[in-house]
């Protein structure tokens, strides 16, 4: 276990009072199992509250013990200061002899998070101190969280803005070619220009459908449409979808699947998961290739294969997938066009129905994407 040292200051001008609290918390320890964490406490005593501004200025605390009636300042007026300070580990307990309706909302209002009302026992000491240091490690968990939710969303956001601008520069390149020529002159490049500024348009068209399927999925707020799924007009209405691309270059898609392969799923939700596989099948496929998909059903599982005859990945490539913007990058890829969402948006999505998604990949040889899922259930996991 894990542990941690918490500094209390104690602030009463009474010796008997930081005296007893001293020894009482030299000798405890709040142990959190659920963090693997135990902590441990330094004390440091002062008679004033002036002393305390000065220690807490050089070096804060996480747990105040401020008696409320002391020599010169009061510990309302010192709590007052400590609150503008605006520490976010730091919290105060207000000691006093004279607890009453009125000092606990003026204490409140200046920051205070508990009262110890004197004459209080160990006891009483303890469990005020196991309340706040709970309360101190939920906060600091909720904090983290936060950060970590802003950096998320801002590499999330920076890669996305990185990925829309090559296409984005590419059209206006090309844009400001056609507007600068007399197009009748030479038509074909004019179609050659055209068709490029089409590409990229329709890569950045389906980033941001990957997107919104991404988000759709993260948000929680999507409403299925649970019914009984025939998982193989689902695969045919996806090989429909790509067969342009795979005529275009003479790539085969197959479908085996033994009769009916049903589950019970929203149907958007296993096409999106399909066509994310063959649309990867045949775009990182060689010419003249082949796309098979194999769907069975074993016990309570529906398992999902779609083998290309591509180009392959190293099993460091493989370890990268399934990454959010997530794209492999070599010579083999470097003219093929891709989101980086759809494998991350089809793990998520194995995720809600209990699955997961794996690869297994040979350089030159090609790749095997295997997803298996079971029936969707309201308590399912959801993606982390």
Do not use: W
Request: proline share 4%; net charge negative.
């Amino acid at each position: 276990m894990n542990q941690e040292v918490f500094k209390v200051l104690v602030v009463d001008d009474e010796p008997g009072i930081r005296i007893g609290i001293s020894r009482v918390l030299q000798s405890f320890s709040v142990k959190l199992d659920e963090e693997n964490l135990n902590i441990i406490f330094d004390v440091d005593t002062v008679e004033t509250a002036e002393e305390a501004i000065e220690k807490i200025k050089k070096s804060p605390p996480q747990i105040i013990l401020l008696d409320n009636k002391l020599p010169g300042m009061s510990g309302i007026e010192a709590l007052e200061v400590i609150t503008s300070m605006k520490l976010p580990e730091t919290y105060t307990i207000i000691i006093t002899a004279y607890a009453s309706i009125e000092s606990a909302v003026k204490a409140t209002k200046y920051g205070a998070y508990d009262f110890l009302p004197k004459p209080f026992t160990p006891t009483d000491l303890k469990n005020t101190i196991y309340k706040v240091v709970k309360q101190l490690i939920v906060e600091r968990k909720a904090r983290q969280l936060a950060e970590e939710k802003k950096r998320i969303r801002f590499e999330f956001l920076s890669v996305l803005a990185h990925e829309l601008k090559a296409p984005i520069n590419a059209v206006d390149g090309y844009l400001k070619i056609l507007e600068d020529m007399d197009v009748t002159k030479n038509p074909e490049l004019v179609k050659d220009l055209i068709r490029r500024c089409i590409i990229r348009n329709d890569y950045m068209r389906k980033m941001i459908n990957d997107l919104l399927d991404l988000t759709r999925i993260e948000s929680g707020q999507k409403v299925r449409n649970i019914t009984d799924v025939d998982l193989r007009e689902i695969a045919q209405r996806a090989i429909e979808t790509n067969l342009i691309e795979a005529q275009k270059r003479n790539i085969t898609i197959t479908l085996h699947a033994d009769g009916p392969v049903n589950i019970k799923a929203d149907a958007g939700e296993m096409e999106i998961i399909l066509n994310n596989l063959i649309s990867n099948g045949v775009k990182y496929n060689k010419d003249n290739g082949k796309v098979d998909i194999y769907l069975s059903r074993e016990n309570d599982k529906v398992i999902i294969k779609v083998a290309d005859t591509g180009i392959g990945m190293t099993p460091e490539e493989c370890s990268k997938l399934f990454r959010d913007f997530a794209r492999i990058r070599n010579k083999k890829t470097e003219n093929i066009l891709g989101s980086g969402l759809g494998l991350s948006t089809v793990k998520k999505l194995a995720q809600i129905y209990n699955g997961d998604v794996s690869v297994h990949s040979i350089p030159d040889e090609g790749s095997t994407f295997t997803v298996e899922i079971k029936d969707y259930e309201e308590k399912s996991t959801q993606p982390t």
